[in-house]
């Protein structure tokens, strides 16, 4: 039972994740490989506030979302104005150069050896979070929050001009909108949620070190919101649980452990090549990546 | 001391400028961002350790199957993946997803065959010459030479052949170029081929050096690309003169404080010349933004 409980925080963990990067990816266009970045700074952004200035749950989350949130303006203002190719190539360097500092910056992320100890979040300064079902009722009450706050982003007069962006930039332009601001915005918007799950990883696990936010997790992150689907709520939900349950029935199969990670990965894959192939917008998506 | 590092920057910078081109051949004319060239570049290594210790043939044999099969698996990915999809004009973000699964199962597929850990293809130290104050090992000359070699005879068959032609007339303009009657398919396939080649023996250079496991393709897929961009998309020698410009300044950095901060230099300098100069050094108007 423990077991499940654990896997329904990490689904809650990867739903936020997947519906973050789904802002930026499926409402605007703009594939991104930087999201593990942004879900790493929230992550370590998170510690400093629990652990160096022992603030309660609610003072430090608010403080990892709006600290990525002003971070996300170092990548999102020089690089949307590239297009393409170009653009996922400029987030791919923020991926890399946030990574390399989280990783050798020893004296402040302690590198590679990782912070432990990361104290329980503490509910109006006195009720400790600790354990497994109050972690799963505080990331099941963010998780809603987050989805409910999407639902009605992408359903307000602001997420119908991204999609506008996204259908046709110059068009948007030529009614006056500021397309530029537009896609700022979005990235900090997106990049504040995925701050979200750093925090709730960083304290449900209570030990973070840079490798859980490399560049092989952003494109895990990108795959399970692509194969999920885009545009709407439900494709990125039906994505996190994708990648969450499907290692558990692998399970079953009762291959050696080196092979089911492995064999894992090339499911990945192949799911990402057909879906591309022949539904791009995902198993649930509404939006077709271009 | 700094001459020792300055040379060793420039030889790993003529390997980046051989699996950059390799890249190159692909983007410049089909601008397909072939992320799974990370996969097909780690591939060889391993063909060539399999067919020197489980088969036992010779060096030049064996290195000789490793391109081969290379270009075997790099041809599978075009006609499996990039055709099809070209076919019914899929954007470039659709084709750029697809090529990653193709990374990840690639890489996965290595992995469980011949596992997770780094592989040694040629155990023991190299012999080593000195020149005036500056050591530089047999392998180093060899991947001197060979790198030299690759470019002198990929230039003179860019600037005189009939395939240079057309190539150069296909990155210019791909329609133009088919409406003149050029076969744009058989061009692509003859690219690809070439492209995996170039990544095979940059990688085998690499990997007789120090070894590789089934992950070393990902960080010289970036090299090549930052190589790429800094030297200008558009231009066949723009690659090399990037890969040797980073390899020099990766040198550097760890000449001046540390190899930790290699990778950070190098983003650093691709964000730098996305904002200023994204048409890189030698600058040739680009065909799309």
Redesign the interface.
């Given at each position: 039972m423990d077991y499940v409980i654990h896997l329904f925080i990490l689904i809650n963990i990867y739903i936020i994740l997947t519906t973050s990067t789904n802002l930026l990816v499926g409402t605007v266009?703009m594939?991104s490989l930087g999201q593990a970045a942004f879900y790493g700074i929230g992550a370590y952004l998170s510690v400093l506030a629990l652990l160096s200035f022992n603030w309660p749950l609610f003072p430090s989350l608010l403080f990892a979302m709006v600290g990525t949130g002003l971070i996300s303006f170092l990548i999102s203002y020089?690089?949307i104005r590239?297009?393409?190719?170009?653009f996922?190539?400029?987030t791919?360097?923020?991926q890399?150069?946030v990574y390399?500092?989280l990783?050798?910056w020893v004296s402040v992320t302690r590198g590679p050896y990782g912070i432990t100890g990361i104290p329980s979040p503490k509910l109006f300064g006195s009720i400790e979070i600790a354990g497994l079902w109050p972690f799963l009722i505080l990331s099941t009450v963010l998780t809603i929050m987050v989805v409910v706050i999407f639902y009605n982003l992408i359903h307000s007069p602001f997420g119908r001009a991204l999609r506008g962006v996204r259908d046709d930039e110059l068009s948007m332009k030529a009614l006056g909108k500021n397309v530029n601001r537009l896609k700022i915005y979005t990235f900090a918007i997106s990049s504040a949620f995925i701050a979200v799950s750093g925090f709730l990883y960083a304290t449900y696990v209570s030990y973070i070190d840079p490798t859980s936010f490399n560049?092989d997790e952003s494109?895990f992150i990108?795959?399970a919101l692509?194969v999920g689907g885009l545009g709407n709520i439900r494709g990125p939900v039906i994505g996190a649980l994708f990648v969450i349950i499907l290692p558990e029935a692998l399970r079953f199969m009762g291959l050696p452990d080196?092979?089911a990670a492995?064999?894992r990965?090339?499911i990945?894959?192949?799911?990402?090549?057909l879906l591309?192939?022949y539904r791009?917008q995902g198993i649930a998506g509404t939006y077709?990546?271009? | 001391m700094i001459w020792q590092f300055i040379v060793n920057g420039i030889i790993t910078g003529m390997i980046y400028g051989v699996v950059a081109l390799g890249f190159a051949l692909v983007y410049n004319t089909t601008?397909i961002?072939h992320i799974a060239y990370a996969a097909i570049y780690m591939v060889a290594p391993y063909l060539l350790m399999f067919s020197m210790q489980s088969l036992g043939l010779p060096l030049f044999v064996s290195i000789l199957l490793a391109v081969l099969g290379t270009i075997l698996i790099g041809y599978a990915v075009d006609i499996l993946?990039y055709s099809?999809?070209a076919k019914r004009n899929?954007?470039?973000?659709?084709?750029?997803?697809?090529s990653?699964?193709?990374?990840?199962?690639i890489?996965?597929?290595v992995?469980?065959i011949f596992g997770?850990e780094t592989k040694i293809v040629n155990p023991g130290v190299s012999q080593s010459i000195t020149i005036g104050k500056i050591l530089v090992t047999y392998t180093q000359v060899f991947q001197f030479v060979t790198a030299l070699f690759l470019f002198l005879l990929f230039f003179i068959f860019l600037k005189f052949s009939r395939f240079g032609i057309i190539t150069r007339a296909y990155r210019d303009d791909e329609k133009l170029a088919s409406v003149l009657g050029t076969n744009i398919p058989a061009i692509k396939r003859l690219l690809f081929i070439l492209s995996s080649a170039f990544a095979a023996v940059g990688s085998c250079l690499i990997a007789y050096d120090v070894g590789m496991n089934p992950y070393v393709g990902?960080p010289m897929l970036?090299n090549a690309?930052v190589a790429l961009?800094i030297g200008g998309v558009g231009r066949f020698e723009a690659p090399v003169l990037g890969g040797v410009l980073i390899g020099v300044l990766q040198s550097l950095v760890v000449y001046f404080s540390s190899a930790?901060?290699q990778?950070?230099v190098t983003?650093?300098l691709?964000?730098l010349f996305?904002?200023l100069r994204?048409q890189g050094i030698l600058g040739e108007k680009m065909r799309?933004?």
């Amino acid at each position: 039972m423990d077991y499940v409980i654990h896997l329904f925080i990490l689904i809650n963990i990867y739903i936020i994740l997947t519906t973050s990067t789904n802002l930026l990816v499926g409402t605007v266009n703009m594939l991104s490989l930087g999201q593990a970045a942004f879900y790493g700074i929230g992550a370590y952004l998170s510690v400093l506030a629990l652990l160096s200035f022992n603030w309660p749950l609610f003072p430090s989350l608010l403080f990892a979302m709006v600290g990525t949130g002003l971070i996300s303006f170092l990548i999102s203002y020089p690089s949307i104005r590239l297009k393409g190719d170009y653009f996922v190539l400029a987030t791919l360097g923020f991926q890399l150069i946030v990574y390399t500092i989280l990783y050798n910056w020893v004296s402040v992320t302690r590198g590679p050896y990782g912070i432990t100890g990361i104290p329980s979040p503490k509910l109006f300064g006195s009720i400790e979070i600790a354990g497994l079902w109050p972690f799963l009722i505080l990331s099941t009450v963010l998780t809603i929050m987050v989805v409910v706050i999407f639902y009605n982003l992408i359903h307000s007069p602001f997420g119908r001009a991204l999609r506008g962006v996204r259908d046709d930039e110059l068009s948007m332009k030529a009614l006056g909108k500021n397309v530029n601001r537009l896609k700022i915005y979005t990235f900090a918007i997106s990049s504040a949620f995925i701050a979200v799950s750093g925090f709730l990883y960083a304290t449900y696990v209570s030990y973070i070190d840079p490798t859980s936010f490399n560049l092989d997790e952003s494109i895990f992150i990108l795959s399970a919101l692509i194969v999920g689907g885009l545009g709407n709520i439900r494709g990125p939900v039906i994505g996190a649980l994708f990648v969450i349950i499907l290692p558990e029935a692998l399970r079953f199969m009762g291959l050696p452990d080196n092979v089911a990670a492995n064999l894992r990965q090339i499911i990945y894959g192949l799911a990402l090549i057909l879906l591309m192939r022949y539904r791009p917008q995902g198993i649930a998506g509404t939006y077709a990546i271009k | 001391m700094i001459w020792q590092f300055i040379v060793n920057g420039i030889i790993t910078g003529m390997i980046y400028g051989v699996v950059a081109l390799g890249f190159a051949l692909v983007y410049n004319t089909t601008r397909i961002f072939h992320i799974a060239y990370a996969a097909i570049y780690m591939v060889a290594p391993y063909l060539l350790m399999f067919s020197m210790q489980s088969l036992g043939l010779p060096l030049f044999v064996s290195i000789l199957l490793a391109v081969l099969g290379t270009i075997l698996i790099g041809y599978a990915v075009d006609i499996l993946i990039y055709s099809p999809l070209a076919k019914r004009n899929s954007s470039s973000n659709v084709i750029m997803v697809s090529s990653i699964g193709a990374m990840i199962i690639i890489i996965n597929v290595v992995a469980i065959i011949f596992g997770n850990e780094t592989k040694i293809v040629n155990p023991g130290v190299s012999q080593s010459i000195t020149i005036g104050k500056i050591l530089v090992t047999y392998t180093q000359v060899f991947q001197f030479v060979t790198a030299l070699f690759l470019f002198l005879l990929f230039f003179i068959f860019l600037k005189f052949s009939r395939f240079g032609i057309i190539t150069r007339a296909y990155r210019d303009d791909e329609k133009l170029a088919s409406v003149l009657g050029t076969n744009i398919p058989a061009i692509k396939r003859l690219l690809f081929i070439l492209s995996s080649a170039f990544a095979a023996v940059g990688s085998c250079l690499i990997a007789y050096d120090v070894g590789m496991n089934p992950y070393v393709g990902m960080p010289m897929l970036l090299n090549a690309v930052v190589a790429l961009i800094i030297g200008g998309v558009g231009r066949f020698e723009a690659p090399v003169l990037g890969g040797v410009l980073i390899g020099v300044l990766q040198s550097l950095v760890v000449y001046f404080s540390s190899a930790r901060w290699q990778d950070a230099v190098t983003f650093l300098l691709l964000i730098l010349f996305l904002l200023l100069r994204p048409q890189g050094i030698l600058g040739e108007k680009m065909r799309t933004v």
